[in-house]
């Protein structure tokens, strides 16, 4: 019926993350700045005239169903826009899975965008982000990409000056951690040690690189740092090898590091991987939203 709609879902990491309270409904209130790389998974939409919603993958255990953000994208915007035809997704995955990236979210937000393009609705990107945040939190911010604060459960975004030019080495260990545990072992007290996000939205304005690793910070890493030591192992090996800063994204378990150096970084890659159980490594440059730079 169509030509087959291409479209990159990029990755994002947590240059802060800080926890202000948990809330009387179960969710937990948070502060972050986020930041999307350039690590993407493949989304290909294709209409067709089947009346159904069919999902193919790389990744033999990822769901092809409506459990998976994707499926449930697509769902929605048929729902809402009495659309009758049917649409075929194919998800390659590249972002690591249940590692803190936003991997689901974002392939849930490129549904939501191609949607629009692939049946021209017209739709803003501010609605496109009310229907994403109905999915997952994250999914209003992968929709807007680049640099931003992250407030009440992560869908209240204020866009930021983006990150001065470096570059990330992604570590993905063979271990994958589980959000809802490391929130349910997060204790808030007066020993909390909170990252200063004020403080690194100013660095971000004034450009300054080294204000915003300095102040970089995740509260949960207080949780995994007693389950899963090689998390402050990795984050010490890069440091050592030449990282500004380095911290675990999201609720893990990937760790990242930056660098002033593309060469450094994949130095540093290397080290990583001769001494610890990694199952993944990138090393790529931040996402910022100038169109001279970046094409999606």
């Not at 740092?225 to 890069?238: F, L, S, V």
Request: glycine share 8%.
């Amino acid at each position: 019926m169509s030509q087959p709609l291409h479209l990159n879902a990029y990755a994002k990491v947590n240059l802060g993350l800080d926890v202000i309270r948990r809330r009387e409904d179960g969710y937990h209130e948070v502060k972050m700045i986020m930041q999307t790389v350039k690590l993407y998974d493949h989304i290909t939409l294709k209409r067709n005239s089947s009346g159904q919603i069919t999902l193919s993958t790389n990744l033999p255990y990822l769901p092809v169903n409506e459990k998976n953000l994707v499926y449930r994208a697509i769902d929605t915007i048929r729902e809402a826009y009495h659309i009758p035809d049917g649409v075929h997704a194919d998800i390659q995955k590249h972002i690591p899975v249940a590692a803190g990236m936003a991997g689901g979210s974002t392939d849930a937000a490129a549904a939501f965008v191609g949607m629009n393009q692939l049946f021209d609705l017209g739709i803003t990107q501010e609605t496109l982000m009310k229907y994403g945040v109905r999915l997952g939190a994250d999914i209003p911010y992968c929709i807007m990409r680049g640099t931003a604060l992250s407030e009440g459960i992560g869908e209240i975004l204020t866009p930021l000056s983006p990150i001065p030019d470096c570059w990330f080495l992604i570590a993905k260990p063979v271990f994958s951690m589980s959000t809802k545990f490391v929130y349910q072992h997060l204790v808030l007290d007066e020993h909390t040690v909170h990252p200063d996000i004020d403080g690194m939205v100013k660095a971000l304005e004034a450009q300054d690189l080294i204000g915003v690793t300095s102040r970089m910070g995740n509260v949960l890493e207080q949780v995994t740092a007693e389950h899963y030591p090689d998390i402050d192992r990795i984050k010490n090996k890069m440091k050592a090898e030449g990282a500004l800063n380095a911290l675990m994204s999201g609720s893990g378990s990937t760790v990242f590091g930056i660098f002033t150096s593309r060469e450094a970084a994949f130095s540093a890659a290397r080290a990583c991987q001769c001494e610890f159980a990694l199952r993944q490594t990138a090393v790529v440059r931040p996402f910022n939203k100038s169109p001279k730079r970046n094409r999606s």
